[in-house]
């Protein structure tokens, strides 16, 4: 790709959803500011759930098909115009949660070469040329086969492509602090009468909760476009989430707090000043969009 952004931003994600649930708000604020945001989604989801009755009958390649389409929509939604499969569409099966037979599917994520998927990413690392990463933590933000397995091949990719000459300056792993998420639960139970949810999910459910101290970054977006544009890709993703702002829930019911201020942990690279970041750009050198395409 040529004259690309100044800024630019990969992301890797498990399966269509992950990405607007934890970087919407991010992805929307980055692409209205110009920055070039590519992401890069391993499965199709063919395994999930389907919450509306009107499409239960999907499943396999129809669910993933269908879900590759609602991916479509949220980009749309997010102003995101470079989202990409790993290996192409199909190239990775969903694999199921954690224990099920599904996870021994010889063409599923979870049985991946993590080395050879990591080549996959390294192409995509080439050609982008991302400052910066993001991706999940080593549970994978909930311990779900397919986001361990993506937060392995994105952390190999970074180490093959710095190897190759193509480095990525800064990775980030999704993160919630715990005294937002026990905050926001706290409301929750409050409101909870009156959503057209029966029941909260607790703060185990949220992937990725760690003492505040970690956070190293956050990309805040309450009552912004952004969050609005949030809000609509996840309706997009409507096979898997139900929203009724400021809450969803997914296929357990289990109604959660949409968040538009967006938390990360810095793991790779130098942090961008002192305090928390509110950029993930902050302090690499020459990223301020001029338009004009960098090295
Ligand atoms: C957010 C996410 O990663 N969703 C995955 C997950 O879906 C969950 C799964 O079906 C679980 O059984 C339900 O209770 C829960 O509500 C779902 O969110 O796993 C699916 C299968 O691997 C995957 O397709 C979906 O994207
Ligand atoms: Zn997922």
Known sequence: MTDLPGRRLLLVH?????????????????????A??????????????????????????????????????AMRALGVDDFRLLGGPG?????????LSDNDDPGCLW????????????DVIREVRPQVLVTYDPNGGYGHPDHIQAHRIAMRAAELAAEAGCPVAKVYWNRVPRSRV????ARLRDDLPGLPFEKAAGVEDVPGVVDDERITTEIRGEGT????????????????ITVAEPYFVLSNDLAQPILTTEYYELVRGERGG??????????????????EATS
């Open 14 to 34: 498990a399966h269509p959803d992950d990405e607007s649930i934890n970087n919407g708000v991010t992805m929307a604020r980055y692409a209205a500011e110009g």
């Open 91 to 99: 190239r990775y099966a969903d694999s199921g949660m954690l224990g």
């Open 36 to 73: 070039h945001v590519t992401l890069v989604t391993c499965t199709l989801g063919e395994r999930g759930e389907v919450i509306p009755p009107g499409l239960a009958h999907l499943s396999g390649a129809a669910l993933g098909g269908h879900r590759r389409g609602e991916l479509a929509d």
């Open 111 to 122: 049985q991946a070469d993590v080395d050879a998927a990591a080549a996959l990413l390294v």
């Open 274 to 291: 002192e305090g928390r970041e509110n950029d993930l750009f902050a302090g690499i050198a020459g990223t301020f969009d001029t338009g």
């Open 182 to 185: 026990e905050d926001a639960f």
């Open 225 to 240: 476009a952004y969050a609005a544009a949030k809000a609509a890709a996840m309706r997009a993703h409507a096979t898997q």
